[in-house]
């Protein structure tokens, strides 16, 4: 039996994982799904990367969560990489789903290729309260390609604008590399949100955890929408000892 | 429903989407495998890329074809490039199939590595016609690996040599990077036609097409002869809205 | 009907193939799975790369094995080709299954990432008798991840420590690439023993094959003892005519 803390990425909140965690308890898991602070609907989007943190932080220690395994997505992969540095003695792996791995000084902006990082400046700059909605056509074709219309739609509907500051924040991660703490990195093969290559997640990110367990399968970076019962089995298969 | 143009590539005629075609139809879409002009057996191979184009595009208009999703196949995806740029209105959707995306004012040949170059241009300096066929070794192994040895000897016979010009004429394309069709690019992740990396389909040829939506199958560069069912259903996830 | 020798990589001895041979056979074809020599539990250890080669070529010479399907899994690559070299005239076919296929006048040991050399020159030194154990982390982590831990702790009890000489061997091969064989190449797409990208298996070793076929399987390094009836089938495919 496994404790899982499941950390979701960018225009997402807990609610994502709302067709995982069914499949997890099936197998005989706990899986928990809270939101980072600053996402979600009606929320305050003032928050930095720390606070994103710092909320994750506090729901493994206020429920005294104990050989948790943090599996981060996307974004969630730098918010799981700090908080393992901050509460390592609850963490029992890091499960990376096509996710930022930052080194150590960077932020995730710095991991974006060009086109995002002038997209989403301008985005921000236009929102008014500097959050970064991500356009539908980007959606629809980049993150959510496996989904037929109708699915891609609905499922455009549960995003919300997320915060911009926490892309900028430059993070420590001094402490990251010299955790003792075991790594998987989950890979949706079809995943273009990052584009596949020198920008892309696999190997560009993975190889940043040194010795660490690949755990793939097929599927679009939103295969949390459209395959949640093999993504729950494969974040099992990343998650056991 | 949708109305697929199935363009092959080269050494093909519009017959190789014959077990495709079915069961787009089975799937409720209307599919046309047009012949490119100089290719098929015993026609006149003395054509140039404009002609391939003008053909394709002469077979789209002559049938007032409308919201057209153009399939383009190896050679075939610089033919629908340029028959896109010029009748933009009847095209809904490019599905670029392991095929080429050339950069404006460069050549299909331009795009293959060394060893293809040197061995076409001497093929076809010998070949009288100025065709080239490709050799068995290179289709068995390379091309479609993944069938028996009766059914590559089979496929071969489909086959015919391919008009050389169409490979070295220089291709505007100005216009296609404006061009606000959406893009998809099918990739066959055991394709070995073009070697895998530097040469490569993917993502040498997918990340030119900047937005597009990549959708993957198992196979080689002629799953048409192996997975013919597949890659029609996979064809329709690129090709839908 | 093929006949099929197999030949294990490093800490692998020919039981490695237990579950492969059964299915090989079912489908209709011979296998047989001879040790390399210096390998397995309870042997001299102390073996040149010639050695190697010399217990192979001499076990299908001994048989009088002829139109043989030579496979090759990891460092067993570097011993099918120089096999070839010796009894051409024996080989039909060359499969390597992630493994290495050494440039002319170079060692398997040069064709590790700079963190494997180290590892195993200390552990090496550190062993008495010039050998390299598998750490069980490396081993659990990033070539049989694909197993539950059950099994892979059970798998690890098979393995035995691998002579060091045969890694720093420098390998003539200058008659390789001139060998009028067929090869393939079978590659799992999950292998992380070599670590993706520019120290990876794929394309970086199969490329140097020249023209081969490319099959490929889901699976780590270790997919003999997680699927070996799938890799028995795709062994099939890869060695057929």
Not at 12 to 25: I, M, Q
Not at 166 to 182: G, K, N, T, V, Y
Not at 187 to 197: Q, R, S
Not at 203 to 224: D, K, N, T
């Amino acid at each position: 039996m496994v404790t899982f803390v499941l950390v979701h990425g960018s225009w997402h909140d807990g609610s994502v994982w709302n067709a995982v965690v069914p499949r997890l308890e099936e197998l005989g898991h706990v899986a928990h799904s809270p939101t980072v602070a600053g996402h979600g609907k009606g929320v305050d989007k003032a928050v930095r990367h720390e606070d994103c943190v710092r909320s994750i932080q506090r729901f493994v220690v206020d429920r005294d969560l104990a050989d948790v395994v943090l599996v981060g997505h996307s974004f969630g992969g730098s918010v799981i990489a700090r908080v393992a540095e901050e509460i390592p003695e609850r963490v029992r792996r890091l499960v990376f789903w096509n996710a930022f791995v930052p080194r150590p000084g960077t932020s995730v902006e710095d991991d974006l290729p060009p086109h995002y990082r002038e997209l989403f400046a301008d985005l921000a700059r236009g929102s008014g309260d500097n959050t970064v909605m991500l356009p539908f056509p980007i959606w629809r074709e980049a993150f959510v390609q496996d989904a037929d219309l109708d699915r891609a739609t609905a499922a455009y509907r549960q995003l919300s604008p997320t915060p911009y500051q926490p892309f900028l924040d430059r993070l420590d991660l001094s402490r990251f590399s010299r955790l003792e703490i075991a790594k998987s990195f989950l890979n949706c093969t079809d995943d273009t949100a990052l584009p596949p290559g020198e920008w892309g997640w696999h190997p560009r990110m993975s190889r940043r955890l040194g010795l660490h367990r690949l755990v793939q399968l097929p599927g679009s970076h939103e295969v949390v929408f459209t395959r949640p019962r093999l993504l729950a089995e494969k974040i099992v298969h990343a998650g056991r000892d």
